[in-house]
Protein backbone atom coordinates (compact mmCIF):
# COMPACT_ATOMS: atom_id res chain seq x y z
CA UNK A 1 0.00 0.00 0.00
CA UNK A 2 1.44 3.63 -1.01
CA UNK A 3 0.67 6.54 1.32
CA UNK A 4 -0.16 9.11 -1.38
CA UNK A 5 -0.83 8.32 -5.70
CA UNK A 6 -0.42 11.10 -7.54
CA UNK A 7 -2.22 11.14 -10.65
CA UNK A 8 -3.39 13.12 -13.80
CA UNK A 9 -6.68 13.25 -15.12
CA UNK A 10 -8.31 12.57 -18.25
CA UNK A 11 -11.44 11.86 -20.28
CA UNK A 12 -10.25 7.85 -19.87
CA UNK A 13 -11.07 7.26 -16.04
CA UNK A 14 -10.94 3.21 -15.66
CA UNK A 15 -7.08 3.61 -15.41
CA UNK A 16 -7.46 5.94 -12.70
CA UNK A 17 -10.09 3.71 -10.79
CA UNK A 18 -8.52 0.33 -11.24
CA UNK A 19 -5.13 2.17 -10.03
CA UNK A 20 -7.09 2.82 -7.17
CA UNK A 21 -8.63 -0.53 -6.36
CA UNK A 22 -5.23 -2.32 -7.17
CA UNK A 23 -2.38 0.02 -5.28
CA UNK A 24 -5.36 0.93 -2.52
CA UNK A 25 -3.37 3.89 -1.54
CA UNK A 26 -4.37 6.27 1.06
CA UNK A 27 -4.63 9.51 -0.58
CA UNK A 28 -5.39 10.75 -4.18
CA UNK A 29 -4.01 13.94 -5.72
CA UNK A 30 -5.71 14.45 -9.00
CA UNK A 31 -3.53 16.70 -11.52
CA UNK A 32 -5.49 18.44 -14.39
CA UNK A 33 -4.92 21.22 -17.33
CA UNK A 34 -7.26 23.94 -17.13
CA UNK A 35 -9.08 22.24 -20.77
CA UNK A 36 -12.60 22.19 -18.99
CA UNK A 37 -13.21 18.98 -21.66
CA UNK A 38 -10.29 16.78 -21.45
CA UNK A 39 -8.73 17.15 -18.17
CA UNK A 40 -10.39 19.46 -15.52
CA UNK A 41 -14.29 18.26 -15.87
CA UNK A 42 -13.32 14.71 -15.60
CA UNK A 43 -11.35 15.45 -12.45
CA UNK A 44 -14.15 16.63 -10.76
CA UNK A 45 -16.14 14.00 -11.73
CA UNK A 46 -13.20 11.39 -10.39
CA UNK A 47 -13.17 12.99 -7.09
CA UNK A 48 -16.82 13.06 -6.67
CA UNK A 49 -16.57 8.85 -7.71
CA UNK A 50 -14.37 8.66 -5.58
CA UNK A 51 -15.65 10.32 -2.36
CA UNK A 52 -18.96 8.47 -3.21
CA UNK A 53 -17.68 4.96 -3.10
CA UNK A 54 -15.39 5.92 0.08
CA UNK A 55 -12.16 4.40 -0.91
CA UNK A 56 -9.76 6.61 -0.17
CA UNK A 57 -9.20 9.11 2.80
CA UNK A 58 -8.96 12.15 0.97
CA UNK A 59 -8.80 13.44 -2.85
CA UNK A 60 -7.39 17.07 -3.87
CA UNK A 61 -7.32 18.76 -7.22
CA UNK A 62 -4.31 20.70 -8.44
CA UNK A 63 -4.55 22.86 -11.73
CA UNK A 64 -1.24 22.12 -13.61
CA UNK A 65 -0.24 24.52 -16.47
CA UNK A 66 0.94 21.61 -19.39
CA UNK A 67 3.20 24.68 -20.63
CA UNK A 68 4.57 25.25 -17.32
CA UNK A 69 7.36 22.01 -16.43
CA UNK A 70 8.12 24.04 -13.41
CA UNK A 71 4.80 23.86 -12.11
CA UNK A 72 5.85 19.97 -11.24
CA UNK A 73 8.58 21.14 -9.13
CA UNK A 74 7.08 23.64 -7.49
CA UNK A 75 4.30 21.45 -6.11
CA UNK A 76 3.88 21.64 -2.30
CA UNK A 77 4.02 17.38 -1.25
CA UNK A 78 3.69 16.22 2.32
CA UNK A 79 6.89 15.34 3.83
CA UNK A 80 7.15 11.41 5.11
CA UNK A 81 4.96 9.99 2.33
CA UNK A 82 5.26 7.42 -0.02
CA UNK A 83 4.81 8.58 -3.23
CA UNK A 84 3.42 6.90 -6.71
CA UNK A 85 3.00 8.53 -9.59
CA UNK A 86 0.14 6.83 -11.94
CA UNK A 87 1.33 8.49 -15.78
CA UNK A 88 -1.88 7.20 -17.42
CA UNK A 89 -4.02 10.03 -18.15
CA UNK A 90 -3.39 13.62 -19.88
CA UNK A 91 -0.83 14.62 -22.69
CA UNK A 92 2.37 13.56 -23.42
CA UNK A 93 3.62 16.48 -22.19
CA UNK A 94 1.98 16.61 -18.58
CA UNK A 95 2.85 12.80 -18.52
CA UNK A 96 6.67 13.42 -19.31
CA UNK A 97 6.97 15.94 -16.70
CA UNK A 98 5.09 14.20 -14.07
CA UNK A 99 7.88 11.05 -14.83
CA UNK A 100 10.62 13.82 -15.09
CA UNK A 101 9.46 14.81 -11.21
CA UNK A 102 9.09 11.12 -10.25
CA UNK A 103 13.09 10.64 -11.19
CA UNK A 104 14.28 13.73 -9.44
CA UNK A 105 12.45 12.83 -6.23
CA UNK A 106 12.80 9.08 -6.82
CA UNK A 107 9.47 8.16 -6.62
CA UNK A 108 8.02 5.51 -8.68
CA UNK A 109 6.21 5.51 -11.78
CA UNK A 110 3.95 3.56 -13.56
CA UNK A 111 2.04 3.66 -16.70
CA UNK A 112 -1.29 1.56 -17.24
CA UNK A 113 -2.17 -0.49 -20.18
CA UNK A 114 -5.29 -1.41 -21.57
CA UNK A 115 -4.69 -5.24 -20.75
CA UNK A 116 -4.55 -4.44 -17.41
CA UNK A 117 -1.21 -4.34 -16.91
CA UNK A 118 0.94 -2.14 -14.69
CA UNK A 119 4.01 -1.24 -16.60
CA UNK A 120 6.64 0.29 -14.73
CA UNK A 121 8.83 3.36 -15.78
CA UNK A 122 10.68 4.66 -12.39
CA UNK A 123 12.28 1.91 -11.66
CA UNK A 124 12.35 -0.13 -14.80
CA UNK A 125 11.05 -3.61 -13.62
CA UNK A 126 8.73 -6.08 -15.18
CA UNK A 127 5.11 -5.96 -15.73
CA UNK A 128 2.62 -6.47 -13.13
CA UNK A 129 -0.70 -7.51 -13.92
CA UNK A 130 -3.66 -6.35 -11.81
CA UNK A 131 -6.15 -8.81 -10.75
CA UNK A 132 -8.95 -8.34 -12.84
CA UNK A 133 -12.11 -8.63 -10.88
CA UNK A 134 -11.53 -5.82 -8.93
CA UNK A 135 -14.32 -3.45 -9.66
CA UNK A 136 -16.48 -6.32 -10.26
CA UNK A 137 -18.72 -5.35 -7.11
CA UNK A 138 -19.29 -2.17 -8.40
CA UNK A 139 -22.65 -0.22 -9.62
CA UNK A 140 -22.38 0.17 -13.22
CA UNK A 141 -24.24 3.37 -13.05
CA UNK A 142 -21.75 4.79 -11.30
CA UNK A 143 -19.23 4.19 -13.13
CA UNK A 144 -21.27 5.44 -16.38
CA UNK A 145 -22.09 8.78 -14.55
CA UNK A 146 -18.09 8.76 -13.81
CA UNK A 147 -16.96 8.45 -17.18
CA UNK A 148 -19.67 10.70 -19.22
CA UNK A 149 -18.95 14.01 -20.71
CA UNK A 150 -21.58 15.13 -23.02
CA UNK A 151 -24.39 13.10 -20.95
CA UNK A 152 -25.66 12.86 -17.29
CA UNK A 153 -27.86 9.73 -16.52
CA UNK A 154 -31.44 10.56 -16.14
CA UNK A 155 -32.68 7.39 -14.73
CA UNK A 156 -30.39 4.98 -13.34
CA UNK A 157 -32.23 1.81 -13.92
CA UNK A 158 -33.54 -1.47 -12.63
CA UNK A 159 -30.47 -3.22 -10.60
CA UNK A 160 -30.71 -6.98 -11.01
CA UNK A 161 -29.34 -9.96 -9.29
CA UNK A 162 -29.67 -13.79 -9.37
CA UNK A 163 -30.91 -15.26 -6.21
CA UNK A 164 -31.76 -18.94 -5.72
CA UNK A 165 -32.89 -19.15 -8.68
CA UNK A 166 -34.71 -16.47 -10.02
CA UNK A 167 -33.86 -13.15 -11.12
CA UNK A 168 -34.00 -10.41 -8.22
CA UNK A 169 -35.27 -6.75 -9.51
CA UNK A 170 -34.14 -3.52 -7.26
CA UNK A 171 -35.71 0.10 -8.33
CA UNK A 172 -38.19 -1.82 -11.03
CA UNK A 173 -39.37 0.08 -13.69
CA UNK A 174 -43.01 1.26 -13.26
CA UNK A 175 -45.54 -0.35 -15.66
CA UNK A 176 -46.24 2.42 -18.35
CA UNK A 177 -42.71 2.43 -19.29
CA UNK A 178 -42.00 -1.32 -19.95
CA UNK A 179 -41.63 -2.05 -23.88
CA UNK A 180 -41.84 -5.12 -26.30
CA UNK A 181 -37.99 -5.74 -25.95
CA UNK A 182 -37.92 -6.12 -22.48
CA UNK A 183 -38.58 -9.69 -22.59
CA UNK A 184 -34.83 -10.51 -24.49
CA UNK A 185 -33.32 -7.44 -22.16
CA UNK A 186 -34.22 -9.65 -19.19
CA UNK A 187 -33.61 -12.97 -21.25
CA UNK A 188 -30.21 -11.42 -21.60
CA UNK A 189 -29.36 -10.50 -18.17
CA UNK A 190 -30.05 -13.65 -16.83
CA UNK A 191 -27.75 -15.86 -18.73
CA UNK A 192 -25.62 -13.18 -17.80
CA UNK A 193 -25.65 -13.43 -14.39
CA UNK A 194 -25.75 -16.83 -14.24
CA UNK A 195 -22.59 -16.90 -15.90
CA UNK A 196 -20.69 -15.32 -13.03
CA UNK A 197 -21.32 -11.29 -12.99
CA UNK A 198 -22.43 -10.27 -9.75
CA UNK A 199 -25.27 -7.57 -10.78
CA UNK A 200 -26.08 -6.03 -14.24
CA UNK A 201 -28.80 -2.18 -14.95
CA UNK A 202 -31.26 -2.40 -16.99
CA UNK A 203 -32.98 0.43 -18.93
CA UNK A 204 -30.77 3.09 -18.44
CA UNK A 205 -31.37 6.67 -19.43
CA UNK A 206 -29.47 8.97 -20.41
CA UNK A 207 -29.88 12.63 -20.85
CA UNK A 208 -27.85 15.57 -22.88
CA UNK A 209 -25.59 17.52 -20.98
CA UNK A 210 -27.93 20.94 -21.43
CA UNK A 211 -29.98 22.82 -19.14
CA UNK A 212 -33.34 23.97 -19.91
CA UNK A 213 -36.56 22.72 -20.29
CA UNK A 214 -37.88 20.40 -23.49
CA UNK A 215 -34.47 18.08 -23.50
CA UNK A 216 -35.27 14.97 -24.18
CA UNK A 217 -33.60 11.40 -23.30
CA UNK A 218 -31.23 10.91 -25.87
CA UNK A 219 -29.91 7.30 -25.78
CA UNK A 220 -30.84 4.49 -23.56
CA UNK A 221 -28.48 1.32 -22.54
CA UNK A 222 -30.46 -2.13 -22.60
CA UNK A 223 -27.47 -4.00 -20.26
CA UNK A 224 -24.58 -2.24 -18.56
CA UNK A 225 -22.51 -4.55 -15.88
CA UNK A 226 -18.13 -4.56 -15.07
CA UNK A 227 -16.29 -7.61 -15.63
CA UNK A 228 -12.84 -8.55 -16.01
CA UNK A 229 -12.03 -5.01 -15.27
CA UNK A 230 -13.96 -3.43 -18.15
CA UNK A 231 -17.08 -1.74 -18.63
CA UNK A 232 -19.50 -3.90 -20.77
CA UNK A 233 -22.59 -2.16 -22.49
CA UNK A 234 -25.44 -5.01 -24.22
CA UNK A 235 -27.60 -3.30 -26.87
CA UNK A 236 -31.05 -5.93 -27.91
CA UNK A 237 -32.81 -5.35 -30.98
CA UNK A 238 -36.09 -8.14 -30.84
CA UNK A 239 -37.41 -6.67 -34.28
CA UNK A 240 -37.30 -7.72 -37.77
CA UNK A 241 -35.76 -7.00 -40.85
CA UNK A 242 -38.36 -3.79 -42.28
CA UNK A 243 -38.05 -4.77 -45.37
CA UNK A 244 -39.57 -8.21 -44.92
CA UNK A 245 -42.78 -6.41 -44.43
CA UNK A 246 -42.89 -5.66 -48.10
CA UNK A 247 -43.12 -9.67 -48.79
CA UNK A 248 -46.99 -9.53 -48.96
CA UNK A 249 -46.89 -6.50 -51.49
CA UNK A 250 -44.81 -8.05 -53.75
CA UNK A 251 -47.34 -11.24 -53.53
CA UNK A 252 -50.18 -8.71 -54.53
CA UNK A 253 -48.40 -6.64 -56.42
CA UNK A 254 -46.75 -8.53 -59.17
CA UNK A 255 -46.68 -5.74 -62.00
CA UNK A 256 -45.00 -3.00 -59.60
CA UNK A 257 -42.02 -4.92 -58.19
CA UNK A 258 -39.58 -2.37 -59.58
CA UNK A 259 -40.96 0.13 -57.32
CA UNK A 260 -40.84 -2.44 -54.31
CA UNK A 261 -37.35 -2.97 -55.36
CA UNK A 262 -36.48 0.82 -55.07
CA UNK A 263 -38.74 0.78 -52.06
CA UNK A 264 -36.39 -2.82 -50.68
CA UNK A 265 -32.85 -0.62 -51.51
CA UNK A 266 -33.88 2.57 -49.46
CA UNK A 267 -35.04 0.79 -46.61
CA UNK A 268 -32.00 -1.22 -46.50
CA UNK A 269 -29.47 1.84 -46.99
CA UNK A 270 -31.50 3.57 -44.20
CA UNK A 271 -31.42 -0.06 -41.90
CA UNK A 272 -28.00 0.14 -42.38
CA UNK A 273 -27.00 3.84 -41.57
CA UNK A 274 -29.00 3.73 -38.47
CA UNK A 275 -27.66 0.38 -37.23
CA UNK A 276 -24.60 1.69 -37.51
CA UNK A 277 -25.38 5.15 -35.72
CA UNK A 278 -26.68 2.92 -33.24
CA UNK A 279 -23.23 1.20 -32.87
CA UNK A 280 -21.05 4.67 -32.85
CA UNK A 281 -23.21 5.86 -29.94
CA UNK A 282 -23.08 2.68 -28.01
CA UNK A 283 -19.26 2.79 -28.00
CA UNK A 284 -18.47 6.00 -27.15
CA UNK A 285 -20.87 5.68 -24.12
CA UNK A 286 -18.35 2.23 -23.09
CA UNK A 287 -15.19 4.72 -23.26
CA UNK A 288 -11.73 3.30 -24.61
CA UNK A 289 -11.69 0.61 -22.62
CA UNK A 290 -15.27 -0.52 -22.84
CA UNK A 291 -16.52 -3.43 -24.48
CA UNK A 292 -19.82 -3.66 -26.46
CA UNK A 293 -22.11 -6.77 -27.08
CA UNK A 294 -25.02 -6.31 -29.91
CA UNK A 295 -27.82 -8.92 -29.18
CA UNK A 296 -30.02 -9.44 -33.01
CA UNK A 297 -32.87 -11.16 -33.57
CA UNK A 298 -31.91 -11.19 -37.12
CA UNK A 299 -28.88 -11.20 -39.30
CA UNK A 300 -26.75 -8.78 -39.65
CA UNK A 301 -25.55 -7.46 -43.10
CA UNK A 302 -21.90 -8.44 -43.81
CA UNK A 303 -20.50 -4.82 -44.13
CA UNK A 304 -22.35 -4.42 -40.44
CA UNK A 305 -20.27 -7.42 -39.18
CA UNK A 306 -17.06 -5.49 -41.19
CA UNK A 307 -17.76 -2.49 -39.40
CA UNK A 308 -18.36 -3.93 -36.39
CA UNK A 309 -15.35 -6.44 -35.99
CA UNK A 310 -13.39 -3.38 -37.05
CA UNK A 311 -14.60 -1.57 -33.82
CA UNK A 312 -13.91 -4.23 -31.54
CA UNK A 313 -18.29 -4.87 -31.10
CA UNK A 314 -19.38 -8.54 -30.46
CA UNK A 315 -22.57 -9.29 -32.55
CA UNK A 316 -24.20 -12.27 -30.68
CA UNK A 317 -27.66 -13.71 -32.68
CA UNK A 318 -30.72 -14.20 -30.31
CA UNK A 319 -31.07 -17.76 -31.01
CA UNK A 320 -26.91 -18.09 -30.05
CA UNK A 321 -27.15 -15.89 -26.94
CA UNK A 322 -25.65 -18.29 -24.67
CA UNK A 323 -23.53 -20.01 -26.65
CA UNK A 324 -22.55 -16.29 -27.93
CA UNK A 325 -22.44 -15.02 -24.69
CA UNK A 326 -20.16 -17.78 -23.08
CA UNK A 327 -17.50 -17.33 -26.25
CA UNK A 328 -17.46 -13.36 -25.98
CA UNK A 329 -16.87 -13.29 -21.54
CA UNK A 330 -14.57 -16.20 -21.26
Not at 19 to 29: A, G, T
Not at 172 to 198: F, M, N, R
Not at 260 to 278: A, C, E, V
Not at 309 to 328: A, P, Y
Request: overall charge positive; proline content about 4%.
Amino acid sequence: MKDVMISIASKQVWPQILSVLHFKPQKLILLHSGDEQESKTPAFRLKAFFEKAKLLESVSLREISHRKLEDFSRMSLEKDRDYLLNLTGGNKLMSFSLYDFGKQNNYKSFYFERKNEIVWLNPNSEPQQIDCKLADHMDPADLIECQLSASWIERRGELITFNNGKLKITDPLPEKEQKAGDELEYQTAELILKLGIKHVRRSLRLKPRIYGTGVSSHNEIDIVFVWKGKLWIVDCKDRVKPEILLDPLYRCAQKHTKLLDNIKGQLQQNRTHSIKDDLVAITETGGLMGKVICVRKEQMPSDIMTYASLQGIEIIRKDMLKEGLERVLF
